[in-house]
């Protein structure tokens, strides 16, 4: 069993716990601002840009939660703030990618909820990094379907870009500042923490599984 199998394997058995520590985490920002549902925090946002300001919040409470969880459960998964790298786990470097959904707008039964589930097709990332090569090989993708102050669905997955073919597109335009990630195959160096993959001709999408 290399490194990435091994951290695999040990957020799998802790994921329900992560999951439950990041509602605790939703509830307690919800009652800090007054409001009905974290997920609510975003209504009066531009449509265009409400999931993407959610997620720029939301990894912090993703990221303390599995910091949080690792040290009660002696996982050796540490936090470090280096560019092209996350977490460190037993030498490993783990690039951490988050993507939110916001389950009552109408974006999400648009671009998410399809007939074989809800899936996720992409992450997102800092296109100054990937061009500059600075990514680490191993990613921790993760993705979460909010309702309210609850985590609904999830989908997590290590993968291998490398061993799954995995690449970063940039655009060609001077003004664009992200890069998109699509997973190429999940036969080899792909390890799933929670949920499933949906296959289509081109990829492989991240298919949500409702929470326990």
């Not at 040290?71 to 540490?78: A, G, R, S």
């Not at 992200?178 to 296959?199: C, F, P, R, V």
Request: aromatic content about 10%; glycine content about 6%.
């Amino acid at each position: 069993m290399n490194l990435q199998q091994k951290l695999a394997a040990e957020l799998t058995v802790v994921w329900g716990d992560i999951k439950s520590r990041i509602d605790k985490k939703m509830l307690q920002i919800e009652s800090i601002f007054g409001r009905a549902g974290f997920e609510h925090m975003f209504k009066d946002i531009d449509s265009r840009q409400r999931t993407q300001t959610c997620t720029k919040l939301f990894q912090y409470l993703v990221t303390q939660a599995i910091v949080e969880v690792c040290e009660e459960n002696d996982i050796p998964l540490k936090s470090v703030d280096k560019t092209g790298h996350d977490w460190v786990y037993e030498g490993l470097h783990v690039e951490q990618k988050v993507k939110t959904m916001l389950t009552n707008y109408d974006s999400y039964s648009k671009y998410n909820v399809k007939k074989y589930g809800v899936v996720n097709t992409s992450w997102t990332g800092n296109k100054a990094t990937v061009t500059n090569n600075k990514k680490a090989d191993t990613h921790l993708l993760l993705v979460f379907a909010i309702d309210g102050s609850k985590v609904k669905s999830s989908m997590a997955t290590l993968i291998s870009l490398k061993r799954t073919g995995s690449k970063w597109v940039t655009g060609t335009g001077q003004s664009d500042s992200y890069s998109t990630l699509t997973i190429n195959k999940h036969t080899d160096g792909s390890n799933i923490i929670y949920g499933d993959y949906h296959s289509t001709p081109k990829n492989f999408y991240g298919l949500l599984q409702e929470s326990n």
